[in-house]
């Protein structure tokens, strides 16, 4: 059952990189408005909202990765671990941090996709961009395996009241030994200033939930899954800022650390207008001025901005494609 759980958190990470990539690529091909200061038109990742929509989802799903590979190095552990008792920590790590990993990261997956489907604004509420395909098979993860308030529930009763929060406390003593440690470090001492606040926040809840799981059973209960979200929002921040802390020291030690693939950073122009998104068939010249429509396909956009004439597509009730043509 834990592998199964982990298994649909992954799923929920995997879609989420999917569609941020997709609004990444959409967002530099795109030409929308003006930015100030800027002659012409420009692509919508100019644009401050893009970018924080962008930015917001390549963040949270950094976050969602990562806080998976925390809690599958502690599966490995747990089993691999030449030391017994290693393996009983590396055993209630995971415990602890599954629920998280499939609960918050599917409900975050649902939020990002649907940030996919603002990115492309109308374009994204149709089936040919595939981002709201996207959008759906998000929206199933949550329920996969187990809904999210069962993820909640076995939270607070299995993994926090059962143990006292022996498991929780423990890392939450890492999360405070990582904010400390970075308060006098420039360029960092800001945001672990604002973790460590977060991570109050978390011991209370866990306190909470420890001291009343047996009195108020039904109120600890109504608050299980803000308290999950709660847990994988602060155990996400931890994540990035462990990384901002090695990637800072790779770059005091002179490395680069930018990746191509997935910087936010506009490219110099578009490399596809609109009419090639919606039409597959069409295709533009490395050399074609952007400004110009690339030229027609015999077959392309005969109907309405289909790539197919209307003899020659499938029918909703999936009839073949030949029969469709004899007719």
Request: glycine share 8%; proline share 6%.
């Amino acid at each position: 059952m834990n592998a199964a759980r982990f298994a649909v958190g992954l799923e929920g990470v995997g879609l989420s990189e999917r569609a941020f990539q997709s609004a990444l690529a959409f967002a530099n091909e795109r030409v929308q408005g003006t930015e100030p200061g800027e002659k012409g038109r420009v692509a919508i990742v100019r644009h401050p909202d893009v970018r924080r929509m962008l930015m917001l989802m390549k963040s949270q799903t950094e976050a969602m990765r990562a806080l998976a590979a925390v809690a599958a190095v502690s599966l490995d552990a747990a089993r691999l671990h030449p030391r017994p008792d290693e393996r009983r920590r590396h055993q209630a790590l995971a415990d602890l941090l599954i629920p998280v990993v499939k609960g918050w990261c599917t409900e975050t997956s649902v939020e990002i996709a649907s940030l996919g489907v603002q990115v492309h604004g109308g374009m994204g509420f149709i089936e040919e961009t595939g981002v709201a395909q996207q959008f759906r098979d998000s929206r199933i993860t949550p329920i996969y395996e187990g809904t999210t308030a069962i993820q909640a529930n076995d939270l607070v009763g299995r993994k926090l009241a059962r143990d006292s929060g022996v498991a929780a406390k423990a890392l939450i003593a890492d999360m405070r030994a990582l904010s400390g440690g970075l308060r006098s470090t420039p360029g960092l001492s800001a945001a672990a200033a604002v973790f460590a606040d977060s991570v109050d926040a978390l011991e209370r809840a866990v306190d909470y939930v420890v001291s009343q799981y047996g009195i108020e059973f039904k109120q600890v209960s109504v608050g299980a899954v803000p308290l999950l979200k709660l847990f994988g929002i602060v155990a996400g921040g931890w994540q990035l800022l462990r990384s901002a802390a090695i990637a800072g020291e790779r770059l005091s030690a002179g490395e680069s650390l930018r990746c191509p693939r997935t910087s936010i950073a506009p490219r110099s122009r578009p490399r596809f207008s609109m009419r090639t998104m919606c039409c597959p068939r069409r295709r533009v010249s490395p050399t074609a001025s952007f400004t110009e429509p690339p030229p027609r396909s015999p077959r392309a956009c005969s109907d309405g901005g289909s790539p197919l004439p209307a003899s020659d597509r499938v029918p909703h009730g999936g009839a073949d494609r030949s029969a469709v043509r004899a007719r």
